[in-house]
């Protein structure tokens, strides 16, 4: 396990509140991307296997106020498969859905907040 804390700041004018679950951010609106040294991005384990889900069991809603933060635990694991020790950037991102170009049936997604990229070493195993 790969142990992340990310901090969740809310620069805008409204409330923002997202779905947290142990160990696990809501999936399809936060977004850890990892890239390795080479610039390949690492794949996403639910969507290697989409019938095996890394969502644990309890979760809350939680809401952030204008200029307030929060943060939250997660291991990077659960976002980015991670096999080879190496350096890595990480970034984190929040979605949210275009109302002007979604519709009934197809909802357009923009990204809404971004974090700074994080430069990280995973080191061999003893």
Not at 18 to 35: A, K, P, Y
Not at 63 to 87: D, E, Q
Request: glycine share 6%; aromatic share 8%.
């Amino acid at each position: 396990m790969i142990p992340v804390e990310c901090e969740i700041k809310n620069v805008g004018e409204t409330e923002y509140s997202f779905e947290d679950r142990d160990f696990h951010l809501e999936r399809g609106r936060v977004e850890l991307l990892t890239i390795n040294s080479d610039g390949k991005v690492m794949s996403d384990p639910d969507k290697i296997n989409p019938h095996v889900t890394a969502v644990t069991g309890l979760s809350s809603q939680t809401v952030i106020s204008p200029g307030s933060s929060s943060k939250v635990a997660t291991s990077l694991n659960l976002w980015s498969l991670i096999a080879k020790p190496g350096k890595y950037e990480v970034t984190g991102r929040i979605w949210g859905y275009d109302a002007a170009y979604s519709t009934e049936t197809h909802f357009s997604r923009l990204i809404i907040a971004s974090a700074e990229p994080i430069q990280i070493e995973i080191e061999p195993r003893n």
